[in-house]
Nanobody
């Protein structure tokens, strides 16, 4: 069993930055693929970024490519999402997830989810 806890969300002005953290307990994250998803009010949960544990390749949704960076620190059992040049449309609850999947962008492929952290970007 893996427990995931997100932190780092908050209120920021457009153009600003935030770094989200996802800390794991229960098991090491080093053998899990990790993903960040977000869900805005009235919308479905959508893929933001993911990173494979083998090789560390990362992938991003087109809407965040070039602005967001996912990284992992296996020693700290933590995954990060650095978010720069934030836009109001980035406002959502952000969730991290862990799984063993060939499809980072498929939420059904993940086994464990955090409770989410709110990110609000004001214009």
């Amino acid at each position: 069993q893996v427990q995931l806890v997100e932190s780092g969300g908050g209120l920021v002005q457009a153009g600003g930055s935030l770094r989200l953290s996802c800390a794991a307990s229960g098991r090491t994250l080093s053998s899990y693929d990790m993903g960040w998803f977000r869900q805005a009010p009235g919308k479905e949960r959508e893929f933001v970024a993911g990173i494979y544990w083998v090789g560390g390749s990362s992938y991003y949704a087109d809407s965040v490519k070039g602005r967001f960076t996912i990284s992992r620190d296996n020693a700290k059992n933590t995954v990060y999402l650095q978010m720069n040049s934030l836009k109001p449309e980035d406002t959502a609850v952000y969730y991290c997830a862990a799984g063993r999947t060939a499809r980072l962008d498929n939420p059904r492929a993940y086994d464990y989810w955090g409770q989410g952290t709110q990110v609000t970007v004001s214009s």
